[in-house]
C-alpha cells in the first residue's frame, strides 16, 4: 500500500498505541512511526518489541515534524498533553486521539490547539482485557468500527486523509456528533462496564459466600461479567469522569428498570418477567444478524480443559 | 461402561433433558430411556432425534417402572407434577431434577414424594443461551460442576449412584446445603442474569439511541450482557419466583453498590473508582486461575467476519 502519512506520532502505547504501530508498519502505510510513553518500562517494551523508529522521552519530541499525532494516553491526561504538545504541532498536521468519550476531549485539547491544525477526534471501538505494548497486536481493528467526531467546519482532505488510513488498517468508519457519541457509548459500553465492575465487586464483598465459591461456579452467568470487569482501572475511572453526565443518566435509567423487574420478583408478577425476557432475547438475535457477535453457544471457551 | 441404572425417565426434554438422554445413551450407562415433554412438538422432534426408547405422552406413564425420574422441567412446574407422578413411582427409585433453585423445590416436591423413594435434588451447571430438544448434545455436562443437595438422612447408596451417574457424564460433584445453594447462586447466576437483562431491555427502551446503534456499537461491552440476557424465559421467570428472597437480598447489596460507585462518579472520586475497579481485576485473574475461562483475548469470537 501507499504511505498515507509521512511521519506519525503516537502519544501513549498501551493496547491502542502498540496495536496501531504494529498495524500501520505491517502495511507500510506511514513512513515513520515515533512515539513516547510515560514510563521508561513501556518505552523499554516498545524499543524491544520494535514498534518504532523513535521512541522518544517527552511527547514535544515525539510530535516533531509529524504529520498526524495521535493521543493513546487515558482521557483525564489529554489536557495537560495538549498543552505540552500544542506549541510544538507542525503546521497542516493533524491531531487525533482514541479516547472513549467526545465531548469532553473535544473541550480539554480544542483550546491548545493552534488554528494551523486540523484536530479530528476518533474513537476506535476496540480493546481486550489486556493492557500494555505486549498486548497489542495488528489485526486489532479489523472489521471494528471507527467513530470521527469532526468539528462542522473540519477541512475535508484532512478527514478524508485520517478515514482512509483507519480504513487501512481494518475499520469501519461512522461519523457522528460528539454530543450524541457519548450518549451512545453510555448505553453500550460505559453503563455496562460499571455495571460489571459493580456485579464483581459485589461478589467480592460478600461474607456469606467465599471468593472461592464465587470462582467455582462463576460459569453460571458471573463470569460473563468477569472479562470486562477486568478492564484496565486508569481508562476506566477517566472515562466515567469525562463523561460523567451521560453514564449518571443511563445508570438513573437502569436502577428504575431493576426496581420494576425487582418489583415484579417480590409481587410474583410472572407475566411481566416473562414478557421482559422474550424481548430481551429478541435483541441478541439482531446482534447475531448484524455480525456483532457468533451464535455458537459459549460455555466457558475451554470445554476441553478439566481443573 | 456398566450401566448404573436400569431405566431412566427424563420428565421434560429441553436443553438439559435431551443432553443428558444423548450423554446416558452415548456412555452405554441406562438400559432405558423413557421420556415425555409437554408439547407434541417436542415428543416428535425427540422421536426424530432418536433420543430415547419409550416417548410417552404424561409424565405418570413414563415414570412408571423407572429406577431414576429427573425433572427436566421449569421449576414452577414441578408442585403440580410431583403431585401427579408420586402415586406412580416405583419403590426405591431415585427421584431427582435439575432445577436451578434448591429450597423452594424441596418444598413443593418434597411432600408427594412417597416414603419409599429417594428423594435428591441436583442442579448441573451447565447450559447455553438455546433451548428445546435440538440444542442438547452429549458433552454439555462435560468438566461442569453438579450441585447436589440431598437431605440429611439421605440413603447412601442411592446417593452414591446418582453421583456416579452425574460423573460418567463428564460433572464435577459439590454436596451443599439447599438455602447455601440458593444464596450462592443467586450472587453467581440469579442476579447477573437479571442485571443482564434490565440492561438489554433498557438499551431498547431509550429512544435517543436506537436499537440499531446499539447492536452496531455492543462490541464496546453491551455484547457480552446479550448472551446471558438470551436464556429462555419461562425457565429463568421460575427461577427468580422461585428464589425470590436471595435474589432481592443481592439486587439490593448491589444497588448499595451501584450508588456509591455513581457518586464517585458524581463527585469526581476516581481514587475510589480506581481502586474498585484493581480489585475487580484481581478477581478475573482468579477465575482463569482456576480453570473457569480462558485468558485469550474476547474481541467479537468472529474476527474474520466482515459485515
Redesign the interface.
Known amino acids: 500500500m501507499t504511505e498515507i502519512y509521512d511521519r506519525v506520532a503516537l502519544i501513549g502505547m498501551g493496547l491502542i498505541g502498540s496495536s496501531m504501530a504494529l498495524a500501520l508498519r505491517e502495511r507500510g502505510l506511514v513512513a515513520e512511526i515515533s512515539c513516547t510513553s510515560k514510563t521508561r518500562e513501556t518505552r523499554e517494551a516498545v524499543a524491544e518489541l520494535g514498534m518504532a523508529d523513535q521512541i522518544c522521552d517527552s511527547p514535544e519530541e515525539a510530535v516533531r515534524d509529524a504529520d498526524l499525532v495521535v493521543l493513546c494516553t487515558p482521557v483525564?491526561t489529554y489536557r495537560q498533553l495538549a498543552e505540552r504538545i500544542g506549541p510544538e504541532l507542525k503546521r497542516g498536521a493533524t491531531l487525533s486521539d482514541v479516547g472513549s468519550v467526545k465531548r469532553m476531549v473535544i473541550e480539554s485539547v480544542g483550546e491548545s490547539v493552534p488554528e494551523s491544525v486540523h484536530f479530528i477526534p476518533a474513537h476506535p471501538?476496540?480493546?481486550?482485557?489486556?493492557s500494555g505494548p505486549r498486548?497489542g497486536f495488528s489485526?486489532?481493528f479489523?472489521?471494528?468500527?471507527c467513530?470521527l467526531t469532526p468539528p462542522q467546519d473540519v477541512d475535508p482532505e484532512a478527514l478524508k486523509r485520517l478515514i482512509s488510513l483507519w480504513e487501512a488498517i481494518g475499520a469501519n468508519i461512522e461519523i457522528m456528533d460528539p454530543d450524541?457519541h457519548d450518549?451512545?457509548?453510555a448505553?453500550?459500553?460505559?453503563?455496562?462496564?460499571?455495571?460489571?465492575?459493580?456485579?464483581?465487586?459485589?461478589?467480592?464483598?460478600?461474607k456469606?459466600?467465599t471468593?472461592s465459591?464465587?470462582?467455582?461456579?462463576?460459569?453460571?452467568?458471573?463470569?460473563?461479567?468477569?472479562?470486562?470487569?477486568?478492564?484496565d482501572?486508569?481508562m476506566?475511572?477517566?472515562v466515567?469522569?469525562s463523561n460523567?453526565d451521560a453514564?449518571?443518566e443511563?445508570?438513573g435509567?437502569?436502577?428504575e428498570?431493576?426496581f420494576a423487574?425487582?418489583r415484579a420478583?417480590?409481587t410474583?408478577d410472572?407475566d411481566h418477567?416473562?414478557e421482559?425476557?422474550?424481548?430481551?432475547?429478541a435483541?441478541?438475535?439482531?446482534?447475531i444478524e448484524?455480525?456483532?457477535?457468533?451464535p455458537?453457544?459459549?460455555?466457558?471457551?475451554?470445554?476441553?480443559?478439566?481443573?
Chains 1, 2 share one sequence.
Do not use: C
Open positions: 483525564g471501538l476496540a480493546g481486550t482485557e489486556f498486548a489485526t486489532l479489523e472489521n471494528r468500527w467513530l450524541h450518549l451512545v457509548l448505553v453500550t459500553s460505559h453503563a455496562p462496564h460499571l455495571i460489571a465492575y459493580t456485579m464483581v465487586g459485589l461478589a467480592d464483598h460478600i456469606r459466600v471468593n465459591e464465587v470462582v467455582k461456579y462463576s460459569a453460571a452467568g458471573f463470569r460473563d461479567f468477569t472479562r470486562i470487569a477486568a478492564s482501572p486508569t476506566w475511572r477517566d466515567f469522569l460523567r453514564t449518571i443511563i445508570l435509567r437502569f436502577t428498570e431493576l423487574l425487582q420478583i417480590r410474583g410472572g418477567l416473562y421482559y425476557f422474550t424481548r430481551t432475547r435483541i441478541r438475535r439482531g446482534i448484524a455480525g456483532q457477535d457468533t455458537a453457544p459459549d460455555f466457558g471457551r475451554s470445554p476441553s480443559h478439566k481443573d
